[in-house]
């Protein structure tokens, strides 16, 4: 069963582009390593200072363990950051995405109880 974590924060105005290319430096390494298991997004709010990321992995292995630029985006993140995260875990109930052979329905899912 599909695990999801969905990460929100703010950071401060001076923190922000910084913030942003550390994310895209974990999406480039991401590309390369491909750690398989791993639907991720990152998603900047139009005020430029939030974000969001969400991250679905099949739970089997962390994703992220082998990514040196992840490591890097936690260093400092506590200083770019206005107040904590909020961290919210979930199951994955399904996805759209017209195109895409690994596009899941509710319907060929397990009920998470």
């Known amino acids: ?7 929100l924060y703010h950071t401060t105005s001076e923190a922000a582009e910084h913030n942003r290319r550390l994310i895209e430096d974990v999406l480039a390494e991401l590309a390369v390593q491909d750690p398989g298991g791993l639907h991720y997004q990152a998603f900047r709010f139009d005020d430029g200072l939030g974000f969001m990321h969400v ?13 040196a630029a992840y490591r890097e985006f936690h260093r400092d993140l506590g200083r770019r950051l206005v107040a904590p995260p909020k961290v919210m875990k979930a199951v994955l ?12 329905s509710f319907t060929h899912l397990p009920p998470p109880y």
Request: one cysteine or more.
């Open 1 to 7: 069963m599909a695990k999801a974590a969905v990460v």
């Open 55 to 67: 991250a679905v992995f099949d739970g089997t292995t962390d994703p992220f363990d082998r990514c």
């Open 93 to 104: 109930i399904g996805f759209y995405c017209p195109g895409c052979a690994s596009a899941m």
